[in-house]
């Protein structure tokens, strides 16, 4: 089975940094895309960044700046790396994968269709 762990959240006042990392463990082979999505109270999910396993990565408007994405494939660990943080940035941050190829017995499996969620942590700036 896959999942995938945060850590890193935690409380920072407005202009500080966090480094969220996200972990993926089981039997991988390899991931095509790793985003970090965030929620915060009383609005709906939102996607922040997100990265291929080709290198090319995608911000939402209002983190391009000052957030920055990574990851290391040989830990099957993304990384969200938070700057200049505003109390706007306050939300449960989760890590979602998808196309994660995993070995089986069978050879290399791979299901197009699956989505993986982290459990989230929350990050909260304020002074």
């Known amino acids: 089975q896959v999942h995938l762990v945060e850590s890193g959240g935690g409380l920072v006042q407005p202009g500080g940094s966090l480094r969220l990392s996200c972990v993926v463990s089981?039997?991988?082979?390899?991931?095509?895309?790793m985003d970090w999505y965030r929620q915060a109270p009383g609005k709906q999910r939102e996607l922040v960044a997100t990265?291929?396993?080709?290198?090319?990565?995608n911000y939402t408007d209002s983190v391009k700046g000052r957030f920055t994405i990574s990851r290391d494939d040989a830990k099957n660990t993304a990384y969200l790396q938070m700057n200049s943080l505003k109390p706007e940035d306050t939300a449960v941050y989760y890590c979602?994968?998808?196309?994660?190829?995993?070995?089986?017995?069978?050879?290399?499996?791979?299901?197009?269709?699956?989505?993986?969620w982290g459990r989230g942590t929350q990050v909260t700036v304020s002074s």
């Open positions: 089981g039997r991988i082979f390899s991931i095509y895309a």
């Open positions: 990265m291929t396993s080709g290198g090319s990565t």
């Open positions: 979602h994968a998808n196309r994660i190829s995993t070995i089986e017995s069978m050879g290399i499996i791979t299901n197009p269709s699956a989505d993986y």
